[in-house]
Every structure is written in C-alpha cells, then in structure tokens.
C-alpha cells in the first residue's frame, strides 16, 4: 500500500507543535499574569487578534474550497475542453497501488504544440487496471489547458472523484479553527479575565500568537519553496515549457557553483549558446541543483535544451524537463 501522504502529514504535526501546542503550552504553564493597565492596549490586542483569525480562516477556506470543489472542476473541465495531445506511452511501471487503483509510472512520448518531439514522465492512478489502458506500445488521448497560471495535463478520459476522509478530515479541520476563533475567546475570558474586561490579553496569549505564528510559518513555507524552486532550475510554468517549447542543441560556455546550497547539494550556474530557428545566436544563464555525486560528470560542450520562442532567455535542459 502506497502511502505518499505519511511525510507530509508527519511534518505537518510536527509543525504544528511547534506553532500551536508549543505557544500555547508556555503561556499557561508562565501563568495568567497581571491584567493590562491599559484598556487600548487590550482592545488593540483583541482586534489584532480578531484580525489574525479572519485571515487564518480566510486563507484556509480558500484552500478548502480548492481541494474540495474547485480542483475537481478545473480537471474535469481540462479534460472535455482542453487541447488535444496523442501521446504514446513508452514505459510503464507500476509503482503502488490505493484503494483499487494502482500508481503507475509512465514514459509518454509526443509532438507538442511547437511540433517539438517531447518526452516526459508522467504518473497516474488507474481505477480500472483490468482494462489495460495504459500498456506500453498504446496511444493514449492527453488534453493539455493552459490559461494563464493554471496548466494542466490530463488524460481525455479522467474520472475525478473526491476523497471522502480527506473531505471530512479539511471539515473538522475548519470548524475547529471557527471553534478556536470564537468560543476558545468566550471562554477565556470567562475564566482570565477577573472582572477586568478584555485586559487579559497579552500578545503571548495563544488566541492572539497562534494565528500569527502559523500565517508566518505559512508565508515563509511559501517564499522558501519558490526560493527552491529557483535555485533548482524548475521552470515557473512547467507545462508551459513542455507545450510551447523548441528543442534544440546548445553549448555549454562555462559553469560554476554559485556558493548556494540546498540539502547540502550545490547550486551551479550554467553559460549557455544557442542557435534559434531564425538563426539568432542567444545566450542565456541557467541554474539548477546538481548532486554531488555528479558534479564530476559536468563538462563544456554540446547539451540539448529547451526554450521558449516568446522568451528564448528561459530554458532548461532537456533531462530537466517534467511537469
């Protein structure tokens, strides 16, 4: 049984902790404290935590509606309307099975809307094995949609459908965040406040830090994994690049490591020549993670990329290119 959440959802706890049981553990165990002399101070804290709250729930909500709505749609809608790509699969290899489906690995090769011969990976769960749909040698029906920063890739014939855990555990979840933004407040200060109205509040007060922590932790999450992504050399619009991209044999000038590492594996920058089909030299910069391991194979020399005929300095080399 295939289990591809168990890291995430690990790491998710274990966030957590941090950012919730953690704040809230040291401000009872400190004590309640003295009431703040201050009632502005106190209502500048119950309002900054009002506020804290209505985007926690807000930037949540946005996300409840996309997994649970918004996804299902926009790929059902991709595959009826999306353009039509005939790719033929290549290799097959079953890499897990959930439920009654199983995971498979697949090798596609087709024309993109470049008419550049593209190869790539691309991994799916087939609910009707039986069938044989997605043997190697078959050709199968891909629907490509691209509308600005929403790109999928999908087989013509997907069958979505929701994941009733998942649906209920992102329920709980939300009401436990209604729960902890409204009565976790009541009954604080039924039992915090003394007869000193809203003067408990403190910005330590887990109604108040945790929400701020946890929007923090989110936006740093979010700048580090666009860092990353950069710094490994992951185009912004993958499919973009696999859809509208030329192919062609370019020349590596120089490399060298740029000092940035990211899991202890460098950085290295690549000076790039290339010839694009109107005979325009170009020259472009590309940067990706290499493995330490394979420092030592990199050399000068002929390396087939991919570019974007709208914005030729964006490539990536061609053993890069994946969704």
């Not at 691209?146 to 555990?169: H, Q, T, W, Y």
């Not at 003067?199 to 979010?222: K, Q, T």
């Not at 170009?282 to 087939?304: F, M, N, Q, T, W």
Request: net charge positive; with cysteine; glycine share 8%.
């Amino acid at each position: 049984m295939k289990k591809p959440d168990f890291g995430l959802s690990f790491w998710s706890l274990y966030t957590l902790g941090f950012t919730v049981a953690l704040p809230t553990f040291l401000y009872y165990n400190e004590g309640w404290g003295e009431p703040q002399e201050s009632a502005g101070i106190a209502f500048l804290y119950l309002g900054l935590g009002a506020l804290s709250w209505l985007v926690a729930i807000g930037l949540y909500s946005r996300f409840f509606i996309k997994v649970v709505f918004t996804d299902k749609l926009r790929l059902e809608r991709t595959a009826r309307e999306g353009t039509t790509i005939m790719a033929k699969i290549i290799r097959k290899v079953q890499t897990g099975v959930i439920r009654d489906a199983v995971t498979l690995e697949l090798r596609l090769a087709f024309s993109n809307l470049a008419g550049t011969h593209v190869e790539l990976a691309y991994e799916l769960n087939d609910a009707r094995p039986f069938e044989k749909r997605f043997e190697e040698g078959n050709t199968i029906e891909m629907s490509a949609g691209i509308n600005g920063r929403e790109a999928l890739f999908v087989p013509k014939s997907l069958d979505v459908s929701r994941n009733k855990g998942m649906v209920l555990l992102y329920s709980v979840i939300f009401l436990l965040l209604l729960a902890a933004a409204i009565v976790y407040p009541i009954i604080s200060y039924r039992l915090e406040s003394q007869g000193s109205g809203w003067r408990f509040l403190r910005l330590s007060h887990p109604w108040i830090s945790v929400p701020l922590i946890n929007i923090g932790v989110g936006i740093f999450i979010m700048l580090l994994m666009g860092f990353i992504g950069k710094a490994s050399g992951a185009p912004e619009q993958p499919l973009h690049m696999v859809m509208y991209g030329i192919k062609t044999t370019a020349t590596v000038l120089n490399f060298k490591q740029t000092g940035t590492y990211i899991n202890e594996q460098p950085q290295v920058q690549f000076d790039i020549e290339y010839t694009d089909p109107q005979n325009n030299r170009r020259k472009a910069v590309y940067k990706k993670i290499v493995s330490l391991l394979e420092i030592h194979k990199l050399d000068c020399g002929p390396k087939e990329i991919m570019f974007l005929p709208d914005k030729p300095e964006r490539i990536v080399f061609y053993e890069d290119l994946t969704l």
